[in-house]
């Protein structure tokens, strides 16, 4: 998903970290990460970044390309509409980016890269290294919902062109192009917004849905903690349970924590997301009556007739959140739901 090519765009970006020191790369991938970074600076107009160059060996500047093309590719994917390919594709972009970690954290600790921070924005501040995933997921949803996301493709297909052709220098230039659109750089004000952003995504592509259907629109930085933490408690509350009582949890949850939390939220927001297409085609999708609330009773049934399958879900989706991952804890819920809902339907029957 396009959120994954944001995640390349920036994790050149943000930390402070211990030094890291990595051993030098042969001259020829050298002046490829040189010309790559001069281009990338150029367009900044800042002098060419020698300290950063330093940083890779030829395993790393292998990797950084590897997941630049990768990236591409994953977001051609999304554009065309194919998510399975893009799921299936999610290993090989997580081992990429474990070859590079070592060589990202020794650029972030330069001089280099952090006068490039105080010249793009001097306020930048990040206080929360595990909130860095979030904020590119805010920065996608900004790029769609401004009607930028294709302009910010092409760009970035530049980029993949100028790399196939050789020219380093241009594809530098070019990526930095695609980084300035994207303008990568807020605080850590957002977080449980970008929390319920992530996961809300994560749940329309297990749905197969377009990102028109998203529910985050109808929330505001005030509004997301309550929703967010609704799945959290569950999720939570699942996990530290008994796998022989969470059908009893589940109850209980529904009638203290769930009701708790729902109350917490303006009626606004509940009158908004009775009427966004993804909540239409939810009902659709699964025959509901969209004013009927199904879920207390639909998962009820789930954990007492299918208990392993739902107790290791809800076990995988608190893991997710506990690893700041809301976007693979939105599709585990998706794809429990429609287990769960298929279930519910077929009993209706």
């Known amino acids: 998903m396009y ?3 944001i995640l390349i765009l920036s994790f050149l970006c943000f930390g402070s970290y211990a030094e890291v020191i990595i051993p030098s790369a042969p001259q020829g991938m050298t002046s490829r990460m040189k010309e790559f970074m001069r281009g990338f600076f150029t367009y900044y107009r800042l002098p060419f970044p020698a300290q950063i160059v330093s940083c890779y060996n030829e395993k790393g500047i292998k ?5 630049l093309e990768v990236s591409y590719q994953l977001g051609q994917d999304l554009l065309e509409g194919d998510t399975e390919l893009y799921r299936s594709m999610f290993e090989t972009f997580e081992d990429l980016y474990e070859d590079v970690t070592p060589f990202y954290l020794c650029q972030w600790q330069t001089e280099d890269w952090k006068g490039f921070l105080m010249h793009v924005n001097p306020n930048f501040t990040m206080a929360n290294q595990d909130a860095i995933y979030l904020q590119f997921m805010s920065k996608f949803m900004k790029l769609y919902t401004e009607g930028q996301l294709v302009e910010w493709s092409i ?5 993949q062109k100028e790399l196939l052709v050789g020219d380093f220098f241009k594809a530098g230039f070019e990526y930095a192009s695609a980084y300035n659109k994207s303008g990568l750089f807020l605080n850590d004000t957002m977080l449980e917004y970008l929390k319920l952003e992530a996961f809300d995504m994560g749940f329309i592509m297990a749905m197969g849905f377009s990102y028109d259907d998203s529910s985050i629109f109808c929330y505001s930085q005030e509004t997301a903690e309550p929703s967010i933490e609704w799945f959290y408690h569950l999720a939570k509350a699942i996990t530290e349970a008994d796998i022989d009582n969470i059908t009893n949890t589940t109850e209980d949850f529904f009638k203290s924590t769930s009701s708790q939390v729902k109350s917490q939220l303006p009626e606004h927001v509940g009158v908004c997301l009775a009427s966004v297409p993804g909540t239409k085609k939810f009902a659709e999708k699964f025959a509901l009556d969209p004013q009927v609330p199904v879920f207390p009773y639909a998962l009820t049934y789930f954990s007492k007739k299918r208990p392993e399958p739902y107790y290791n879900s809800m076990t995988y989706i608190w893991e997710k959140f506990d690893d700041w991952d809301y976007l693979n804890a939105g599709i585990a819920f998706g794809d429990l ?3 769960v809902l298929s279930d ?6």
């Open 3 to 5: 959120q994954r090519i």
């Open 63 to 67: 990797a950084f390309f590897d997941l």
């Open 155 to 159: 760009l970035l297909d530049h980029t």
């Open 337 to 339: 739901l429609k287990k």
């Open 344 to 349: 519910y339907a077929y009993r209706a029957r």
